[in-house]
């Protein structure tokens, strides 16, 4: 029989829709039902969830309705209690570091949601806390592990692009505004007092995505706007939005490749899915999101000839060329979390660390300084 370690887990903030869905239903708990995970050296892991947040009531109903033991609202007595090995941490990010500095100074192991900071200084003071405290950390990664995107990888891998020239992106979809349809975001995603933003929430994202894909970012513009400045909260009061609803952004990556990715929460969907890439490259170009991947060849690409006067009846989407789900794909936050417990458990090196958690909000503080002063950026090279 093979050796199983059971690994406590603090989670902190599931009463949140992301840490609820993603992290504790779909990931841990999902791990926990099945039995753990098997690790490549022979033995197996296990879970044992602990929730941690401000309402014993909600906590207490979460732990009924999903037969969780454990729960408390003192973090520092979860903390101080060995049996909990992983702090996992889904808060707000105005009270992610503090939480992160107690669970480093604790000696637990760091799983955390991103940003992993406020600012770039706060986050690569937790990189080196948590470097001189000899722990382990890992960072939410979770758009690298989407089908479509494992797929892309497998064609860039596969030197399907040859040399590529250019990556676009769109992302986003219409928040209602809250005063006739409740938003779908809350209220705090656009206040910049609270940490609201979308360069703040998605260009961590978009940083990861294009460093582990393509290459280092050396330099971000970025054009921001509040396009919608009067929306409506929970409670359906008013209030005025101070955070950008929308960011246009050009990125310089390595081997002169260039990104362009919109990110907004003001745009009408008209695309196959809410996010999506194109990738050209000298010898083929390919279009994926969350599932899908189409592409097309450099020897099976028309050749359009511009006529404004004669009405082009050509269907360009018919030819390309869906690229088939050869694999099953897990849930990718599962996948990330079963990924991160097995180098936790064996020891190995973490590349999703807290110092890539501060490049990311690197790459944020580029945005909005580029933002701010309407100007380009140059990104440099972080190490602790």
Request: aromatic share 10%; net charge negative.
């Amino acid at each position: 029989m093979a050796n199983v370690r059971e690994i406590g887990i603090i989670m902190n903030g599931v009463s949140g829709r992301m840490g609820y869905r993603q992290h504790l239903v779909r990931s841990i708990l999902a791990i926990r039902d099945q039995g753990g995970i098997e690790l490549s050296d022979g033995s197996k892991a296990t879970v044992k969830p602990i929730l941690v947040g401000r309402s014993e009531e909600k906590l207490a109903e979460l732990a009924a309705r999903h037969d969780i033991a454990d729960y408390t609202t003192d973090l520092d007595a979860a903390l101080a209690d060995p049996q909990w090995e992983i702090y996992a941490d889904f808060l707000v990010t105005k009270a992610r570091a503090t939480a992160i500095r107690k669970a480093i100074a604790a000696g637990r192991a760091i799983y955390t949601e991103k940003p992993t900071a406020e600012s770039l200084e706060e986050a690569i003071e937790l990189a080196q806390l948590a470097k001189t405290a000899g722990v382990k950390t890992g960072v939410v990664h979770d758009k690298l592990y989407l089908p479509g995107l494992q797929k892309l990888k497998r064609l860039i891998d596969s030197g399907f692009f040859g040399r590529i020239l250019s990556v676009r992106g769109e992302f986003g979809y219409w928040v209602f505004e809250g005063d006739w349809q409740r938003a779908q975001r809350p209220s705090w995603n656009y206040r910049t007092e609270d940490g609201g933003g979308i360069i703040t929430d998605m260009f961590p994202h978009w940083n990861y995505v294009l460093e582990n894909l393509f290459g280092r970012v050396r330099s971000v513009y970025a054009q921001a706007a509040v396009h919608i400045a009067d929306r409506w909260d929970e409670k359906g009061e008013h209030y005025d939005a101070t955070a950008e609803d929308a960011a246009y952004g050009i990125f310089e990556l390595d081997g002169g490749i260039t990104a362009t990715i919109n990110s907004s929460w003001t745009v009408r969907v008209n695309r196959d899915e809410l996010v999506e890439f194109q990738v050209d490259g000298t010898h083929g170009s390919a279009v994926v999101g969350l599932f899908g991947c189409k592409i097309q060849p450099r020897n099976a690409t028309p050749k359009p000839v511009w006529n404004p006067d004669v009405e082009d009846t050509h269907d360009y989407a018919a030819d390309w060329q869906t690229v088939p789900t050869n694999d099953v794909f897990l849930n990718g936050f599962r996948q990330q979390w079963e990924e991160y417990l097995e180098s936790y458990v064996l020891g190995t090196d973490y590349a999703f660390d807290l110092l890539a958690g501060a490049r990311g909000v690197q790459f944020a503080e580029a945005g909005l300084a580029s933002n701010a002063e309407g100007r380009r950026v140059a990104i440099e090279e972080l190490s602790l």
